[in-house]
Nanobody, 110 residues
């Protein structure tokens, strides 16, 4: 399984970014897909996940602001991030079937 995350960058507080993760590998439709993030000096935390039935779960810190979605036909998972806060600054990683992507930096700053 290979994962390629993209879409990170610089955003102002209150702004939006959309992360994408392209996945390749067998039977990905059957696996949950998730976004994690790791800020400097902090442990990696799960931000959002979506299972094969398209059920979603969010960390309390992003609930109501972030939306995870997946497109099984394209083997893609997305993270729509709105109302960004400075504390959302981190490297964001996609994860599925025990595999990690390379991470994409999200920086929220005025």
């Amino acid at each position: 399984v290979q994962l390629q995350a993209s879409g990170g960058g610089l955003a102002q507080p209150g702004g939006s970014l959309r992360l994408s993760c392209a996945a390749s590998g067998p039977n990905l439709d059957y696996h949950a897909m998730a976004w994690f993030r790791q800020a400097p000096g902090k442990e990696r935390e799960r931000v959002a996940c979506i299972n094969s039935a398209f059920n979603t779960h969010y960390a309390d810190s992003v609930k109501g602001r972030f939306t995870i979605s997946r497109d099984n036909a394209k083997n893609m998972v997305y993270l729509e991030m709105n109302s960004l806060k400075i504390e959302d600054t981190a490297v964001y990683y996609c994860n599925t079937a025990g595999h990690w992507g390379q991470g994409t930096q999200v920086t929220v700053s005025s």
